[in-house]
């Protein structure tokens, strides 16, 4: 059977394809699915773009802000593209959205009242690194309109 219309939410991070594979088994022949991916100034900027960029040798220049998230924006788009080949496949169809913002919140308004199953990974952060980064995840379960598929690599 399957779910007709799944939200894809992903952060570009290795955990994702779990969730590729697990909305791909979840889904019936010939499903919607929207593959999501929001850029955030914290999370993607702060902690593995900017700061990291600041620390550089001789010959490297340090970029800024506006740098960083351009070239994000180029290997996200990249990245959901690639998505899109692998989904489209599996006999999916397929769009692709890339929004900038508050990951949790932007994913929750991204969930249409056709949506009928969300499927994202989950970084299964726990202790001071949930307490500073929060769990996307979490707020996505206790805020969606539809049933959520967490996905971890975690043993039950």
């Known amino acids: 059977m399957g779910f007709q219309n799944i939200l894809l939410p992903l952060d570009g991070s290795e955990l994702g394809q779990y969730a590729i594979e697990a909305a791909i088994k979840s889904a019936a022949p010939g499903a919607h699915v929207t593959a ?8 993607e900027v702060m902690i593995s773009g900017y700061l990291t960029y600041t620390a550089v040798t001789p010959t490297e220049t340090i970029r800024t802000p506006k740098e960083v998230i351009d070239d994000l924006t180029r290997e996200r788009k990249a990245y959901l593209e690639d998505i899109r ?27 249409a009242p056709d949506v009928d199953l969300v499927v994202m990974a989950t970084h299964g952060r726990t202790g001071l690194n949930r307490l500073l980064l929060g769990s996307v995840a979490e707020s996505v379960l206790h805020s969606a309109n539809c049933p959520v598929l967490l996905v971890t690599t975690r043993a039950a």
């Open 36 to 43: 999501i991916s929001v850029i955030t100034e914290r999370s």
């Open 85 to 111: 080949a692998t989904l489209e496949h599996a006999g999916l169809k397929v769009k692709t959205v890339l929004e900038f913002g508050e990951a949790a919140g932007t994913i929750v308004k991204a969930i």
